[in-house]
């Protein structure tokens, strides 16, 4: 469906044209004076320059040309606005296809396109700790979003699944049980199905392990570990097999519990057959250069504010790091999926290192010209008292335990308050933690920095993600004593409540349109909050199960109902969901 914004430019342009001005001085704005008017035209304004007359004869003249059955209100006002209130009849019949198209005749705007979201970002053998919290829930918010408007998108979790980590734990097993096959080079049996080892294990040996990297002898077998496993030693590729079946299953598991999906779960082990020859082919066309035994792309361009220094591809010890496993992952994504455009969603640290592989990329001519290419660098979430958020004993807070204090806070309101049936609890206060962590994490703006504060996220009041669903659910349960609602069309505005909250539900497009140009979910939270305040007044203002006019009443059910499936698609997009009760 076309905007209402464009809809009315469309308009103002015609009217102008048939007054006699350029129609290009007919572009409408939202209203900055919503006192005034909810839409108004400056073009009078601009073009009384151009006709050397009086901005008010223009915006007169022009005001004349309208359809008066569009607008309650078009009035030119001094010097020379335009000042618009839409007609009820207008917005109903706007509302109408809104309720009766697919996905509320939202542009799919695209259509035909791919897109590859690179979030999560998880370390094999590592638990999710609090770090992982921001990448995965705007991450998948964002893919959420692209695909509602229409594009293919494609999320891959990019597991760290290859460096030295990796090399530190194989290391560690063998000092504890060198007598396991995976050690004896001379084995040529069956390795065993079961890995030797759990996940409680992992998360064990591997800070043990990495707390051994000072120690010169063990980090030296680390490395030579590492480098044994990429050039294919059989042991410590079954043993990797195990370790990434082991930490893959616990990692699907705590993202499964944060509503987070994946598309793809490659990594950067799925990236180094791609290396050899990318590298070849960089170093034969020029494009990588010598520098101190290592191999760099220049990458700084004229007119660098600050230094970007060269992208490493190729370390002095003839090792591979992150930037060129990035690179190697963008001609893997080329090659088997086309993309038109790739979007990391990391922590703001890593700026600078996607800037040069953006840069390597374009030079090497690893992505179109076309290609875009962005990185969504997101602030760090701080303890309520703005300092990093830490443990009890100074340690990191695992995303687990962070999920569970939220659920314990959540779960010790609803069961204080006897919001459901005993046998709901579980369920319900689930859906409330998610609503308060995720919602709390999104309404802000993904590149500032932010406080974790328990209370205000769960608050069911104020600027929360339970009291959206709560908004929701108060909605359900009104529609629910109704009845059958689902076909009831769309009226004009029985009173400037229900006019408002159908202003609000025509914004849906746009605002999901600027929320992906600008990677910025918290627009979608600042639009649902205003949804919910809007749903909330005309709900006190109205009596709307006790209309005794039955066509009326069926009216006010049709509004809340559309602006109850706009809420819940939004929280779907944002990556939660509404309870029955609350
Ligand atoms: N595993 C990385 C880390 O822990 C994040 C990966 C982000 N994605 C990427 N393509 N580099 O920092």
């Given at each position: 469906m076309e905007k209402i914004l464009d809809i009315i430019t469309e308009k103002m342009q015609q009217a102008f044209e048939k007054a006699g001005y350029d129609p290009s001085f007919g572009r409408v704005t939202v209203s900055n004076r919503p006192d005034l008017c909810e839409y108004q035209c400056n073009g009078a304004l601009a073009a009384a320059k151009q006709y050397k007359c009086a901005p008010i004869q223009i915006a007169k003249a022009v005001a004349e040309q309208l359809d008066k059955s569009d607008y309650d209100m078009c009035e030119a006002v001094m010097p020379g606005f335009l000042n618009l209130k839409l007609s009820g009849a207008f917005l109903a019949a706007y509302l109408e296809e809104m309720r009766t198209q697919e996905d509320f005749g939202v542009q799919k705007i695209g259509q035909g396109k791919t897109i590859v979201v690179d979030y999560g970002g998880a370390n094999v053998a590592k638990p999710l700790h609090i770090g992982h919290l921001r990448p995965a829930i705007i991450g998948e918010a964002l893919k959420r979003l692209y695909k509602f408007l229409g594009y293919n998108a494609i999320g891959d979790v990019h597991l760290g699944d290859w460096g030295l980590q990796m090399g530190l734990i194989i290391a560690e097993l063998q000092e504890r049980e060198p007598g396991l096959p995976y050690f004896d080079q001379g084995f040529t049996g069956e390795y065993p199905k079961e890995a030797p080892f759990t996940v409680t294990d992992l998360e064990e040996i591997y800070p043990t392990a990495s707390a051994k990297k000072a120690d010169p002898e063990f980090s030296s077998k680390a490395h030579q570990a590492t480098l044994e496993l990429q050039q294919g030693r059989r042991g410590y590729r079954a043993l990797w097999r195990h370790i990434m079946n082991v930490s893959v299953a616990d990692l699907k598991k705590n993202y499964d519990n944060l509503d987070v999906h994946f598309e793809k779960w490659l990594g950067e082990s799925d990236a180094d057959p791609y290396i050899p020859a990318m590298v070849e082919d960089m170093k034969n066309r020029g494009i990588a250069v010598q520098s101190e035994g290592a191999w760099v792309i220049p990458v700084?361009?004229?007119?660098?504010?600050?230094?970007?220094?060269?992208?490493?591809?190729?370390?002095?010890?003839?090792?591979?790091i992150y930037a060129t496993t990035d690179l190697a992952t963008l001609v893997q994504r080329m090659q088997d999926w086309n993309p038109d455009k790739v979007l990391y969603v990391t922590d703001k640290r890593?700026?600078?290192?996607?800037?040069?592989?953006?840069?390597?990329?374009?030079?090497?001519?690893?992505?179109?010209?076309?290609?875009?290419?962005?990185?969504?660098?997101?602030?760090?979430?701080?303890?309520?008292?703005?300092?990093?958020?830490?443990?009890?004993?100074?340690?990191?807070?695992?995303?687990?335990?962070?999920?569970?204090?939220?659920?314990?806070?959540?779960?010790?309101?609803?069961?204080?308050?006897?919001?459901?049936?005993?046998?709901?609890?579980?369920?319900?206060?689930?859906?409330?933690?998610?609503?308060?962590?995720?919602?709390?994490?999104?309404?802000?703006?993904?590149?500032?920095?932010?406080?974790?504060?328990?209370?205000?996220?769960?608050?069911?009041?104020?600027?929360?993600?339970?009291?959206?669903?709560?908004?929701?659910?108060r909605v359900k349960s009104i529609l629910s004593r109704y009845g059958a609602w689902e076909a009831l069309p769309i009226q004009t505005p029985a009173n400037p409540f229900a006019k408002e909250l159908m202003i609000a539900i025509t914004k849906l497009g746009p605002t999901l349109e600027a929320a992906l140009r600008s990677s910025s979910p918290n627009l979608i939270c600042a639009y649902i909050y205003e949804l919910a305040g809007c749903v909330n007044k005309f709900y006190h203002e109205t009596r709307i199960l006790s209309e005794e006019d039955e066509t009326l009443k069926a009216g006010y059910i049709s509004l809340i109902g559309l602006a109850k499936n706009v809420l819940e698609q939004c929280i779907y997009i944002l990556g939660f969901s509404a309870p029955e009760k609350m």
């Open positions: 700084a361009e004229e007119g660098d504010k600050k230094e970007v220094p060269p992208c490493i591809l190729v370390k002095s010890d003839g090792s591979a890593q700026n600078l290192h996607f800037e040069q592989v953006f840069r390597a990329a374009r030079k090497a001519g690893i992505v179109k010209p076309e290609t875009e290419l962005e990185h969504v660098g997101f602030g760090t979430m701080n303890g309520k008292d703005g300092k990093p958020f830490k443990t009890r004993d100074g340690g990191v807070l695992r995303l687990e335990q962070l999920i569970a204090d939220m659920t314990d806070f959540v779960r010790a309101k609803v069961v204080e308050n006897q919001i459901v049936e005993e046998d709901q609890v579980e369920a319900t206060t689930a859906k409330i933690a998610m609503a308060a962590l995720k919602y709390g994490d999104l309404s802000n703006q993904p590149t500032k920095d932010y406080n974790f504060d328990m209370e205000r996220f769960a608050a069911f009041e104020g600027n929360t993600g339970p009291y959206i669903l709560y908004t929701i659910v």
